[in-house]
């Protein structure tokens, strides 16, 4: 059980595109969904935390509008990364819980690379 | 935001033998502590937790103990196997700065000596 997907696991963009990139719980729903970024040999960073139906909260130096995240259900969060750099190259993994303040589960990641 | 010290950084432990990863935070408020194994390329994948109600957890070769007067706790692996090769990262929630956010260690890379 508590099995989060990720979609695509690795995706190579043209700098100014966006990208998107979907978090799915496949047999719980999830009341809050979190997208972190890791960089080469660094620990996870929170970008956001995602509630369904609610505007995301966005960690200090994040951008909103550049990392815009959609929690539409209680099972998809999508993020899209918008006019992507090369500096947004990174590893973005999301995690969902059953219940605030309860284990997190983690999707399998997304490799961006922006070229 | 809340502040955790992972230690060491790497860590090379021969086959059969112990290792012991420790991580240090400072808001007291913190309440759950999970401990993360990734390998290279592959999701977070939680391997033991704690809540500050219980000053131990152990289950099988893997123990967790937690000090909350000192504010650290520790990853112990027992007979280490060659697959328990990987990234730890510790990780703290419960803090004042929200309830469900973790805040993750730097991580420890350990390295299994066949």
């Known amino acids: 059980g508590a099995v989060v997907s990720q979609h695509p696991s690795r995706v190579i963009c043209k700098s100014g595109t966006s990208v998107k990139i979907e978090c799915r719980s496949l047999?719980?729903?999830?009341?809050?969904m979190f997208w972190y970024r890791q960089f080469p040999k660094q620990s996870l960073m929170l970008m956001a935390t995602?509630?369904?139906?609610?505007?995301?909260?966005?960690e200090q130096g994040v951008e909103k509008d550049k990392f815009l995240i959609n929690h539409a259900s209680l099972t998809l969060s999508t993020l899209t990364v918008t006019s992507a750099h090369p500096e947004d190259s990174s590893f973005y993994i999301c995690?969902?819980?059953?219940?605030?303040?309860?284990?997190?589960?983690f999707g399998p990641g997304t490799r961006l690379l922006v070229l | 935001g809340e502040n955790v010290e992972q230690h060491p950084s790497t860590l090379s432990v021969q086959e059969g033998d112990s290792a012991v990863i420790k991580c240090t935070y400072s808001?007291?408020?913190?309440?759950?502590f999970p401990w993360y194994k990734q390998e290279l390329g592959k999701r977070p994948q939680l391997i033991i937790d704690?809540?500050?109600?219980?000053g131990e957890k152990k289950d099988q070769r893997i123990a967790v103990t937690l000090n909350k007067t000192a504010k650290h706790f520790s990853l112990h692996i027992t007979e280490t196997q060659p697959e328990d090769s990987a990234v730890y990262f510790c990780?703290?929630?419960?803090?004042?700065?929200?309830?469900?956010?973790?805040?993750f260690g730097t991580g420890t890379r350990l390295t299994i000596i066949p």
């Open positions: 995690s969902a819980s059953i219940l605030a303040g309860e284990t997190q589960y």
């Open positions: 808001d007291s408020a913190s309440n759950y």
């Open positions: 704690i809540r500050s109600n219980v």
């Open positions: 047999d719980f729903q999830a009341t809050t």
């Open positions: 990780a703290l929630g419960g803090s004042n700065f929200g309830n469900e956010k973790l805040t």
């Open positions: 995602s509630n369904e139906g609610s505007k995301a909260t966005y």
